[in-house]
């Protein structure tokens, strides 16, 4: 074969259609490959095997395509490591990501100033040399006076992680994770608590795609049992909130400001509900709403 010659094979493996349909905002939906979604699906694994071994045959045949690629890994492995997510506090402290040449993952660096030495907060590695399944940082947030840190931990790749609290004078955990919190937090200025929003836990007889609706946002203080978060923002709390399943709530507040900013989210919608509440009211009072 004429090494510079591209066969290109255009029997390309189809997928069933299977259609399921929703009605949103007083349209019916129509989504004809959402068990897709079930990766445990035999159909599915075989869909997507037929779909690995089709791409791979006519990249196979790209001339020069191995050399180019060991080049390329090359070039890559040369790099001594790279940075991503720095995050400076006011006090100096700097927390980023790292990844060296060799590592598998990203790992969460500190350094008190630009002169001082790294030191090692998070190494993802760890869960998964316990669990044989590869782990990453989700997110991660510094309270604002640098005392504590809170991350959130993933497995095979999913949105879905648990949340620890580290003190970071002694690198130590000290609380147990915090489930469902898979979007991170948002510190308030105490810098001893935080509010996070968490995914309703699923029960017998609930939908595949209840799993990530209801969610509500929670407050959660340093030295307190995970039992005794408290809901802030949720489902009927609020008089001028009104919350529906597909909502995603959150609370963000900023050093130095005695209010916190309630933003609801609707998946891709481009419009999104904004409110303001004083950090002193109650979980049933608000101030306002832009829309």
């Known amino acids: 074969m004429d090494k510079n010659k591209l066969i290109v094979n255009l029997n390309l493996p189809v997928a069933s259609i299977k259609s399921v349909s929703n009605e949103y905002f007083g349209k019916q939906i129509i989504d004809n490959y959402r068990y897709m979604e079930n990766l445990q699906d035999e159909a599915v694994q075989q869909w997507v095997k037929a779909q690995s071994e089709h791409t791979n045959n006519i990249l196979n045949q790209i001339p020069w395509r191995s050399h180019f690629l060991n080049r390329m890994l090359e070039l890559d492995a040369a790099i001594p490591s790279k940075l991503t997510s720095v995050v400076r506090l006011a006090n100096g402290n700097i927390f980023y990501l790292k990844q060296k040449a060799q590592d598998n993952a990203w790992k969460l660096y500190l350094r008190d100033d630009m002169n001082s030495d790294e030191v090692l907060l998070v190494d993802p590695e760890k869960w998964s040399q316990e669990t044989g399944k590869p782990h990453s940082i989700y997110s991660f947030k510094p309270s604002w006076d640098g005392k504590y840190l809170a991350y959130g931990i993933s497995a095979n790749g999913t949105e879905e992680s648990f949340h620890y609290v580290?003190?970071?004078?002694?690198?130590k955990d000290i609380a147990q994770p915090i489930w469902g919190?898979?979007?991170?937090?948002?510190?308030?200025?105490?810098?001893?608590s935080f509010f996070y929003s968490r995914r309703q836990e699923m029960k017998v007889g609930m939908a595949a795609v209840e799993k990530f609706q209801s969610r509500e946002v929670y407050l959660h203080k340093i030295g307190s049992e995970n039992d005794q978060d408290e809901i802030i923002l949720g489902r009927a709390m609020m008089p001028l909130v009104v919350l529906s399943p597909t909502g995603n709530p959150f609370l963000l507040t900023a050093p130095?400001?005695?209010?916190?900013?309630?933003?609801?989210?609707?998946?891709?919608?481009?419009?999104?509900?904004?409110?303001t509440t004083c950090l002193g009211l109650s979980s049933r009072q608000t101030t306002g709403k832009s829309g």
Do not use: F
């Open 181 to 192: 919190a898979d979007w991170g937090v948002d510190w308030l200025p105490d810098s001893r």
């Open 256 to 275: 130095g400001s005695d209010y916190a900013v309630a933003l609801i989210m609707y998946g891709v919608q481009k419009e999104i509900e904004i409110y």
């Open 166 to 171: 580290m003190e970071i004078k002694t690198l």
